[in-house]
């Protein structure tokens, strides 16, 4: 089940429209409406592009919408029908569709791989890989096959290698990690697809990590700090832009030094630790802990 909402009007932040060729380009973010998601979806509105986001909190997504001007669509993008009627709505609303952000995803099944509920682990997979090759192809289908594109898949610091509870997340990410690669192969050289990686950001996603353990973490980075979302939108809008023109099937690792930190500091793995003492919260509607 999915309601659409739209809201025609002046984006507030104008001024700053035109950068990066993205002015008048119609992009769709899914799970747009808090965290990474948000802030991609932001910037690209600052930077000129119409946006449409996804999430399956149909208050938030009318908020979004609002308040960046664009379209939005509730629903989980994991169900089948979801990504063709998201591709109408942005084609119906701004003629076209030149970006896709695949950001929406699940942290769930959390625990050993073998306890995990096989319901749970397909669930697993229907948005965070299936979910984006379905997007990829209606894209692909109605629009970007004819005049082009770029998508930017989100994946993590994480997939590249093993970690404590995190095992379905991980192979999830690293199914999408070469989704990323293979697509980039198969539709250049119209479309560009790449994926932006990031490491511990401070999200409702991540907040079992960072919030009972941030300074523990950020000593151990060598940037010093978490991430915000603005660090990885940034990242995310450079590829969906010109500016990454003869960039294709790159991952861009967006994690303040995660990955180099054994020549940084030799103390263990702080999300690591965390991620073995700490679950995650469940933020979908109607839960306990939900909006
Ligand atoms: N935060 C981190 O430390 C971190 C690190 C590495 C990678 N990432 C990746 O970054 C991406 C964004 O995560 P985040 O941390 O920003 O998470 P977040 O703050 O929890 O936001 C997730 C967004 O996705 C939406 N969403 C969740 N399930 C959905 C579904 N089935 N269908 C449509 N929308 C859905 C949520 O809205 P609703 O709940 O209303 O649906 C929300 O808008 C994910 O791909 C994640 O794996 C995050």
Known sequence: MTSSYGLRGQHPLQGLQGLQGLQGRAAIVTGGTRGIG????????EAGALVCVTARDADAVRRTAEELGGVGLAGSVADPAHPRAVTELVLREF???DVLVNNAATNRPYGPLMAADPDEWREAFALNVEAPLRLVQCAWRTWMAEHGGAVVNVCTEG?????????????TKAALLHLTRQLAGELAPGVRVNSVSPGLVR????RFVWEPGEREVAAGLPLGRIGEPEDVARAVVWLASDAAQWVTGADLLVDGGTRVRAAYASTPYAVHDRLRSGAPTDTGPGSPSGR
Not at 38 to 45: E, K, P, S
């Open 203 to 206: 999200t409702e996603m991540a």
């Open 159 to 171: 997939a590249a290698h093993v970690g404590p509870n995190v095992g379905a997340y991980g192979t």
């Open 38 to 45: 948000r802030a991609v979806a932001g910037q690209l509105a």
């Open 95 to 97: 003629g076209r569709l």
